[in-house]
């Protein structure tokens, strides 16, 4: 069997690469290595556990840090792994700071680096995943991307067309393996907030509180927010606090937290992935940014960009609820399997030509 290495950066990867794992260790000598970018137990642990994927050969142990920290330690300590087990190729997933971390190590040996996730684009030049994201493309030996316009981003980009695959979207298969039991009478709304556009400038993260409050007072249902470390930090560096009606809870499991995105009238959020599930689930979302790469589910209708003006947010939120989501079809079917099949396709005679 061939030696890979299928890297994990931080919670949202092991979800999606759940199923794609149980797969690749069918055909692959497949090493696992996380970058302990999320360290503690209920951003970590509980994810491998709860989807059944097994523990990681490596843990790189990398924490928190600024971005130069993050990457630089990343390289190193990944740059001695890719020497000690020199794998057939490596894959990597997303735009965090571990997977670019592991893009640069992985391409600067020269072994073959593939991305899935590759091709998205919120043409915001000021998000550090769009510069991440951006990078790996380009460092990748094959792009796999989740849909065609994903795909034409990338040939618009000066990629060459035959190192870009479509493959479907990954979370579809992960969201249907799980049963959930969430179940709660009392209408609620769900909260996740945590970007760095969101969470890093005073000025943002409070019209996002004041907004949530308003909501309250209209509505009267309850708010569920849930508060990661970061949000909770800067809410105290900023000395900002919940509104009325608005319930903080601490990061939940996947099995919990899908259950919840379920149940709730609607979900308001800054996560990539929380918009997919949402949209999978026929579950009212509104992105609560000024710009997202997922423009697929605002022009299918399923989901609402809000800016970050107050009364767009209220505006959004109320038509959020007042219309019915059809659940999205046109993320693909068999992901992991195409994905299996396009790797093995290609390992056997791999894209180890210098030409791009
Ligand atoms: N999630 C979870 N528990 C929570 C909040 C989110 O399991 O309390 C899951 C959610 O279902 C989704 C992923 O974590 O699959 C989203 O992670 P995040 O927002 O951190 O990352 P992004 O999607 O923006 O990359």
């Known amino acids: 069997m061939k030696k890979i290495i299928t890297c994990i ?24 290595v ?5 360290y503690d137990y209920n951003l970590n642990k509980i994810f491998y556990d709860q989807l059944g994927v097994r523990i990681p050969e490596y843990n790189l142990d990398i924490k928190s840090g600024t971005h130069a920290t993050q ?10 792994v890719l020497l000690h087990l020199n794998p057939e190729f490596v894959i990597v997933l997303g735009d965090n700071n571990s997977s670019l971390g592991f893009a640069i190590a ?20 000021f998000m550090p995943e769009e510069k991440n994201r951006k990078i790996i493309d380009h460092l990748a030996d094959m792009n796999l991307c989740y849909l065609p316009e994903h795909k034409e981003n990338l040939i618009r980009e000066g990629l060459n067309p035959r190192r870009c695959w479509v493959i479907g979207n990954p979370i579809l298969e992960v969201v249907n393996a799980v049963e959930t039991t969430f179940k709660q009478d009392k209408p609620f709304y769900l909260v996740t907030c945590h970007r760095a556009e969101n969470t890093e400038m005073k000025e943002n993260l409070e019209t996002i509180l004041i907004f949530l409050g308003e909501l309250y007072e209209r509505k009267n249902v309850e708010i569920k927010f849930i508060l990661m470390p970061k949000t909770k930090n800067m809410m105290e560096k900023y000395g900002l606090k ?24 609607l979900v308001l959020t800054d996560s990539g992935t929380v918009v997919e599930e949402c949209a999978i689930l026929g ?7 000024e710009s997202t790469e997922r423009i697929d589910l605002i022009e299918l209708g399923v989901n609402v960009l809000t800016g970050m003006d107050n009364n767009q947010m209220l505006d959004s939120a109320e038509l959020a609820l007042s219309r019915k989501v059809e659940p999205v079809s046109h ?24 030409e791009r």
């Not at 993320?331 to 894209?351: A, P, R, W």
Request: some cysteine.
């Open 106 to 125: 992985t391409s600067k040996l020269n072994i073959p680096l593939v991305h899935i996730e590759a091709g998205m684009r919120s043409k915001n030049w």
């Open 331 to 354: 993320y693909g079917k068999n992901i992991s399997n195409k994905i299996c099949n396009i790797l093995i396709g290609n390992s056997l005679n791999f894209y180890k030509n210098y």
């Open 71 to 80: 990457v630089a330690r990343l390289m190193i300590e990944f740059e001695k």
């Open 242 to 265: 919940f509104p009325k009606g608005i319930n903080p809870i601490p990061p939940q499991g996947f099995i919990e937290f899908l259950g919840m995105e379920k149940e709730a009238q």
């Open 34 to 38: 996380d970058s302990g970018q999320h």
């Open 283 to 289: 579950t009212s979302c509104m992105t609560i940014r």
């Open 9 to 32: 950066g931080i919670r949202p990867d092991i979800i999606r690469l759940s199923q794609i794992i149980k797969k690749l260790d069918k055909y692959f000598e497949n090493i696992l």
